[in-house]
């Protein structure tokens, strides 16, 4: 079996890219969860959803904006964890 070296520039955007997807992807899945669950009976405040849109919490228009709004700043939040990550490891802890 071959292996393959990365060099630390190809790495570093490979984790860049990571952090970024993941963090989107995190917050996309939570978003559509909170809007599922506004469904339900259960008593709850939805501030989630609040954080994206200013639509009514269970209407189509809510989980479209709110979807979009979340996968960019879960983005977001998962590129600056990336920068952060890679800071921290640089000063060794």
């Given at each position: 079996?071959?292996?393959?070296?990365?060099?630390?520039?190809t790495a570093t955007?490979?984790?860049?890219?990571?952090?970024?997807?993941?963090?989107?992807?995190?917050?996309?899945?939570?978003?559509?969860?909170?809007?599922?669950?506004?469904?339900?009976?259960?008593?709850?405040?939805?501030a989630f959803i609040?954080?994206?849109?200013?639509?009514?919490?269970?209407?189509?228009?809510?989980?479209?904006?709110?979807?979009?709004?979340?996968?960019?700043?879960?983005?977001?939040?998962?590129?600056?964890?990336?920068?952060?990550?890679?800071?921290?490891?640089?000063?060794?802890?």
């Open positions: 079996m071959a292996s393959t070296s990365i060099d630390g520039r955007k490979s984790q860049l890219l990571h952090f970024t997807v993941v963090g989107a992807l995190v917050f996309g899945i939570i978003f559509v969860g909170c809007w599922l669950f506004a469904f339900t009976p259960v008593n709850a405040t939805h609040a954080l994206f849109t200013t639509a009514e919490t269970t209407s189509q228009i809510a989980l479209v904006e709110g979807l979009c709004w979340s996968l960019v700043f879960g983005a977001w939040a998962g590129f600056v964890t990336a920068v952060v990550n890679k800071i921290v490891a640089r000063v060794g802890l």
